[in-house]
C-alpha cells in the first residue's frame, strides 16, 4: 500500500496523527500546482481549484501513491486543504496589496486600499464555513467538496457514506445558512 492510501485509511479509523500527515502532504502538493498554474497563467481564480485537486490526485494515481477505490476520500481531503490554500492565496495577496512588511507611511491615497471583490467573497465564504462549522461540521465538508473540489452529490456520497439524496438535502442548508449568511 501507498503512503497517501494508508494515511486515509487510518483518517478514516479517527487518527489524528494521519490526518495532519494527510493534510500536510495534500496542502504542499496543491500548493505546488497553485503557484505553477499562476506563474503560467498570472492569475488564479476559483474555478482552477477544482482543476487542481484533480490534477494532484491523476499525479498520484500515476505515481502509484493513491489507489482507485481512495478517490472519494482523497477528494474530500483535497477539497478542505484547496479551501486551506485558497484563503491563504487571497489573505496573501491583501496584505501584499497593503504594504506587506513593508514600513508604512500615510497617504491619502483611495486606489492603495482597492480590492477585488471576488477575494473579499472568498474571506467572507470562508469565516460564514467558520460559523457553520460549530453548528453542523458534516454541512462544511459537503461544501467544500462541492465548491472547492467540484465533487458531484453521488462523489460527495460515496466520500462521505451517505445517500445521495442526505447529500443533496445538506447541500441545501448549507447553501441557505450561507446565502443568509454571507453580506452582499
Known sequence: ???????????RRGDAAAVEQLFDLLYNDLRQLAH??????????????TALVHESY???FKAGAIEANDRGHFMGYAAQVMRSIVVDFVRR?????RGGDAIH??????AAHVEDPREREVLQIHEALQELEKI???LVKVVEMRYFAGMT?????????????????DWEKARLFLA???TP
Do not use: H, I, K, W
Request: aromatic letters at 2%.
Open 58 to 60: 491523476l499525479r498520484l
Open 136 to 138: 453542523d461540521p458534516r
Open 153 to 169: 452529490e453521488q462523489e460527495v456520497a460515496d466520500a462521505l457514506e451517505r445517500s445521495v439524496r442526505s447529500v443533496a438535502r
Open 93 to 97: 495577496r491583501s496584505a501584499d496589496r
Open 105 to 110: 507611511v500615510d497617504l491619502d491615497t483611495a
Open 1 to 11: 500500500m501507498s503512503q497517501v492510501t494508508l494515511l486515509l485509511d487510518a483518517s
Open 180 to 182: 443568509t449568511n454571507l
Open 36 to 49: 505553477a498554474r499562476l506563474r503560467r497563467s498570472g492569475q488564479f481564480t476559483l474555478l482552477d481549484t
